[in-house]
């Protein structure tokens, strides 16, 4: 899979995929986006309705910007949180390291949390501080078995349009079977089919105001 480095609006990197003809974030702000969807309507809203730690399974680690984000967020509210990260096409770190996210976000003092967000172990819980743990697992959704149960799921995969096996039925049960009750699922797509997919499941869902260049996102509760 061939990935370009590419500067979103907000002057953060994202990657453009050539052979999909799509990009990891929105281009309007990789690091807006990311805090809009994942940190103010999903971590803030788990972490104000639970007593810690929050558990967190995102789908598409990526290029580690929400995972790092959530890492910054622990240390701002002092609060333990155990990342659980699924990523099937984990990338090289020579591109890694041309990413800019320490620069945009001023945290030079925890680069190296940065990348040790990739470079660590698969399938090892590690701690990459005091209130921060991640636990990266390499496959696919459709392969891979919880053994556990998450307050808060990232869904970062790509848009249904490139992806559509990422958005199905089948999918988003095993994703309301991995949450706690109560637990809720963030994602920057509200596009109706996958609101009414998520309905169907027994997701109470929300759609909310979205980061810049979006309408709206969605939040979905496990009711």
């Known amino acids: 899979m061939q990935r370009t480095l590419i500067k979103t609006e907000d002057g953060s990197h994202s990657l453009y995929v050539n052979d999909l003809d799509e990009q990891y974030h929105s281009k309007h702000g990789a690091i807006q986006e990311g805090k809009h969807v994942f940190i103010e309507a999903g971590l803030k809203h788990v972490a104000s309705h639970n007593n810690s730690p929050i558990r967190i399974l995102e789908i598409g680690l990526g290029t580690g910007l929400n995972a790092f ?3 910054i967020e622990s240390e701002k509210l002092n609060l333990p949180i155990h990342y659980t990260a699924l990523e099937a096409f984990p990338l090289e770190l020579d591109l890694i390291t041309e990413l800019n996210y320490v620069e945009c976000l001023n945290e030079e003092r925890i680069k190296n949390k940065f990348i040790q967000i990739h470079s660590s172990d698969w399938e090892k819980e590690i701690s990459l501080s005091e209130l921060f743990c ?3 697992i390499k496959g696919t959704l459709q392969e891979v078995q919880f053994d556990e149960t998450y307050h808060l799921i990232y ?3 790509f848009g249904p349009a490139v ?3 990422m958005w199905t039925e089948e999918i988003f049960n095993k994703l309301y079977s991995a ?4 637990g809720c699922l963030v994602t920057y797509c509200a596009k109706g089919e996958v ?3 998520l309905k169907k499941v027994g997701f109470t869902v929300a759609a909310l105001p979205g980061p810049p260049g979006k309408r709206e996102m969605v939040r979905a509760i496990k009711t």
């Open 155 to 157: 869904f970062d995969a």
């Open 69 to 71: 984000l959530t890492l």
């Open 134 to 136: 991640i636990h990266k």
């Open 195 to 197: 609101k009414r997919t």
């Open 163 to 165: 992806q559509p096996e």
């Open 179 to 182: 949450l706690k009750p109560n």
